[in-house]
Every structure is written in C-alpha cells, then in structure tokens.
C-alpha cells in the first residue's frame, strides 16, 4: 500500500482496501501525510475515510492539518476542516507556515475560517 500511495496510484489503493489489505500499525497515518503532500485530494479521502486519525501527530510531531498548509492545498485543508480536524494546538504553526511560503491564498482561507496565530 505504501508503494502505491507514494507512486499516487489511487485506484490500486482502492483495489487492496477493497479486497481487506490492511495497514501496519502506524503506517496509515503515513500514508495519509504522504497522499497530502502529494496533494492528492482522492487518496486523502480515502484514508479518512478508512478511519485514519486526522489528529494524529507522526514522526517528528508532523500532522495531516500541517502538511496541508505546507503543501498549499486549500481543497485538502477545507476537506480536514470539514471532517473536524482539531487546529487549537496548530493555528500558530499553520499561520507561519503559509506566510513562510508566502501563500495569500492559504492565509486568507485560514483566516476566514478563524484560525489566527
């Protein structure tokens, strides 16, 4: 599975979970940043909706919610908001983050939808 999410072949991860291939302990999580980093809306779904933990801090405290600023998908940050993504603890680092990038779209977005620093 991780081969197929890193390569973003959805329609193979579909297939494994489909047929019941399940995910080592922890590698979900990993899938999931790497289909945000990817910025690859479809594959972030699925995960989600597989019953991946959107809150769920992996290696070196990284997280969905950050790595979706990080890689500039506004239809991926408004999908976790959507799902109820806790952004208390992350507001500061998001705002940060999109202004380092000099993202004005991701910083108006996050903004409009009350994450302040």
């Known amino acids: 599975m991780e081969a197929a999410t890193d390569q973003n072949h959805t329609h193979i991860v579909k297939i494994l979970i489909k047929n019941g291939v399940k995910l080592k302990n922890g590698q979900e999580l990993m899938n999931l940043i790497m289909a945000i980093a990817r910025k690859n809306l479809e594959l972030t779904k699925i995960f989600v909706n597989a019953g991946t933990n959107i809150n769920a801090y992996g290696p070196h405290g990284i997280?969905?919610?950050?790595t979706a600023v990080e890689s500039g998908s506004i239809e991926i940050v408004d999908f976790l908001l959507k799902k109820g993504v806790d952004t208390k603890a992350l507001a500061q680092e998001a705002i940060e983050i999109a202004q380092k990038n000099k993202d004005q779209k991701m910083l108006l977005f996050l903004k409009s939808h009350g994450i302040k620093e």
């Not at 997280?63 to 950050?66: C, I, M, R, S």
Request: hydrophobic share 50%; no cysteine; glycine share 0%.
């Open 63 to 66: 997280t969905p919610f950050v």
